[in-house]
């Protein structure tokens, strides 16, 4: 992907290498960048091949907490917002590896997170960049149409609010409207962003790394001492002389100037859950999600499903995969065909009983409409249609640069997937009607 921003920011690209390099930072095949769809990690000129270390990071220069044991910080901060977190007095419940991390952020914003930290903490992420449903105003929480996400937002903002009230001072950058961010919430969003796994009960922010963007199937993994990537099915730990760094490693070839992508969750989230830790849906969906057709308007409950309707839904399910699979961006669309056949099935129950027959072409139909009845009225209930949000969409994402509205496009893209979730749901039943 061309760097189309570097009028904007020419020096970003050679600030962060320079600022890596005298840290101990090798940029074997990867190069930090800023393009019109943000920052991330791109493959040098010379490209990349599978298993090749593309980026190691000293472990010094990361901020790790091991949970209920300690941390460990770069020695040259002070860290005093983090050192009144974990006194006697501060609030257990606000001791937790996150909300040490977050302690962290903000001193390494404020200046006293020492000299490597002042300077890396203006890559971090303004607060108007996230989306995480605690950082956003009332207005905002409406507009996720998700009463359950936006009831988590509200309870994690007290909670916020609760455990860490000397950081409830506004960030500046973080108004929208009369709605401010309190530092503490800000740093806590960009901790859920970034933080990765770094060993047992081990978390850490590491620089450098948490610029790659994510994909669901992603092109590098990365490896510590404790965490292993995998190549083509093979656990590859670092070696002992590399104990000391984080390694983020190719897992497909690219070639020069391809973005490096990491998976962030494997899969393992919902896109609502996805949502509230990342602050964005997953772009496919995940194949977790799934639609309720077991609450519906005519009483709910599981239909029957007769064995020739299971199979022909299996049929759908491999053909809807088999045209995804050849489409661009088919990767992505296979979590929510996934999720679809998955929504269906779960409608059908378990497969005992009466539902179990053969069945006849009268009761299967029937099952088909009960499904697409019910598929139709949740439709009817959104706020917004797919075609409404994804227009908006589109708007937003053919702006550049600060231009761009990055919150309200990733709240829309959340909406769009859950509709498009209910298109697809609909699209298998009417295959099952012409089965």
Same mark, same amino acid.
């Given at each position: 992907?061309?760097?189309?921003? @570097?009028?904007?920011?020419?020096?970003?690209?050679?600030?962060?290498?320079? !600022?890596?390099?005298?840290?101990?930072?090798?940029?074997?095949?990867?190069?930090?960048?800023?393009?019109?769809? #943000?920052?991330?990690?791109?493959? @040098?000129?010379?490209?990349?091949?599978? #298993?090749?270390?593309?980026?190691?990071?000293?472990?010094?220069?990361?901020?790790?907490?091991?949970?209920?044991?300690?941390?460990?910080?770069?020695?040259? #901060?002070?860290?005093?917002?983090?050192?009144?977190?974990?006194?006697?007095?501060?609030?257990?419940?606000?001791?937790?590896?996150?909300?040490?991390?977050?302690?962290? %952020?903000?001193?390494?914003?404020?200046?006293?997170?020492?000299?490597?930290?002042?300077?890396?903490?203006?890559?971090?992420?303004?607060?108007?960049?996230?989306?995480?449903?605690?950082?956003?105003?009332?207005?905002?929480?409406?507009?996720?149409?998700?009463?359950?996400?936006?009831?988590?937002?509200?309870?994690?903002?007290?909670? %916020?609010?609760?455990?860490?009230?000397?950081?409830?001072?506004?960030?500046?950058?973080?108004?929208?409207?009369?709605?401010? @961010?309190?530092?503490?919430?800000?740093?806590?969003?960009?901790?859920?962003?970034?933080?990765?796994?770094?060993?047992?009960?081990?978390?850490?922010?590491?620089?450098?790394?948490?610029?790659?963007?994510?994909?669901?199937?992603?092109?590098?993994?990365?490896?510590?001492?404790?965490?292993? /990537?995998? /190549?083509?099915?093979?656990?590859?730990?670092?070696?002992?002389?590399?104990?000391?760094?984080?390694?983020?490693?190719?897992?497909?070839?690219?070639?020069?100037?391809?973005?490096?992508?990491?998976?962030?969750?494997?899969?393992?989230? /919902?896109?609502?859950?996805?949502?509230?830790?990342?602050?964005?849906?997953?772009? $496919?969906?995940?194949?977790?999600?799934?639609?309720?057709? %077991?609450?519906?308007?005519?009483?709910?409950?599981?239909?029957?499903?007769?064995?020739?309707?299971?199979?022909?839904?299996?049929?759908?399910?491999?053909?809807?995969?088999?045209?995804?699979?050849?489409?661009?961006?088919?990767?992505?669309?296979?979590?929510?065909?996934?999720?679809?056949?998955?929504?269906?099935?779960?409608?059908?129950?378990? #497969?005992?009983?009466?539902?179990?027959?053969? $069945?006849?072409?009268?009761?299967?139909?029937?099952?088909?409409?009960?499904?697409?009845?019910?598929?139709?009225? %949740?439709?009817?209930?959104?706020?917004?249609? !797919?075609?409404?949000?994804?227009?908006?969409?589109?708007?937003?994402?053919?702006?550049?640069?600060?231009?761009?509205?990055?919150?309200?496009?990733?709240?829309?893209?959340?909406?769009?997937?859950?509709?498009?979730?209910?298109?697809?749901?609909?699209?298998?039943?009417?295959?099952?009607?012409?089965?």
């Amino acid at each position: 992907m061309e760097d189309d921003d @570097t009028s904007r920011r020419p020096a970003l690209e050679p600030w962060l290498r320079d !600022l890596g390099e005298s840290s101990g930072v090798a940029f074997a095949r990867a190069s930090p960048r800023e393009s019109e769809h #943000g920052r991330g990690l791109f493959a @040098t000129s010379d490209g990349v091949d599978i #298993g090749d270390v593309v980026l190691s990071v000293p472990k010094k220069l990361a901020l790790v907490v091991q949970a209920d044991r300690g941390l460990a910080l770069p020695s040259d #901060g002070s860290w005093p917002r983090v050192r009144a977190g974990v006194a006697a007095a501060a609030p257990d419940a606000g001791k937790t590896w996150e909300f040490v991390l977050a302690r962290a %952020i903000v001193d390494a914003v404020a200046g006293d997170g020492g000299a490597f930290w002042t300077q890396y903490a203006g890559v971090l992420p303004p607060p108007e960049k996230l989306a995480h449903p605690f950082l956003l105003s009332d207005a905002e929480l409406a507009s996720l149409q998700d009463d359950d996400l936006a009831a988590e937002g509200l309870n994690d903002a007290m909670r %916020i609010a609760a455990l860490m009230p000397d950081l409830m001072d506004a960030i500046e950058g973080g108004e929208r409207g009369e709605h401010e @961010t309190a530092v503490g919430a800000w740093a806590l969003a960009v901790v859920r962003s970034r933080a990765m796994l770094a060993g047992l009960n081990t978390y850490a922010v590491v620089p450098f790394l948490d610029l790659a963007n994510h994909a669901t199937i992603p092109s590098v993994d990365y490896r510590c001492e404790g965490v292993e /990537t995998r /190549t083509n099915g093979i656990g590859i730990a670092p070696q002992e002389k590399d104990a000391t760094t984080f390694e983020l490693v190719a897992l497909k070839p690219r070639k020069a100037d391809e973005e490096l992508r990491l998976a962030y969750t494997r899969g393992q989230l /919902t896109s609502a859950a996805h949502f509230a830790q990342y602050g964005f849906a997953p772009p $496919g969906g995940s194949p977790l999600d799934r639609i309720d057709l %077991i609450g519906g308007d005519d009483g709910g409950g599981v239909v029957r499903a007769s064995a020739r309707l299971r199979a022909a839904l299996k049929r759908a399910t491999k053909a809807a995969l088999t045209r995804c699979a050849g489409e661009e961006g088919g990767g992505e669309k296979h979590a929510g065909w996934v999720a679809a056949a998955a929504s269906v099935s779960a409608a059908f129950g378990s #497969g005992d009983g009466d539902g179990d027959g053969d $069945g006849d072409g009268d009761g299967d139909a029937a099952t088909v409409e009960t499904l697409l009845a019910r598929v139709g009225a %949740i439709e009817s209930g959104y706020a917004t249609t !797919l075609e409404d949000d994804e227009r908006a969409l589109d708007e937003i994402n053919e702006a550049v640069g600060d231009a761009r509205d990055e919150r309200a496009g990733n709240i829309l893209g959340l909406r769009a997937g859950k509709k498009r979730l209910a298109r697809r749901v609909a699209e298998l039943l009417r295959e099952l009607r012409e089965a």
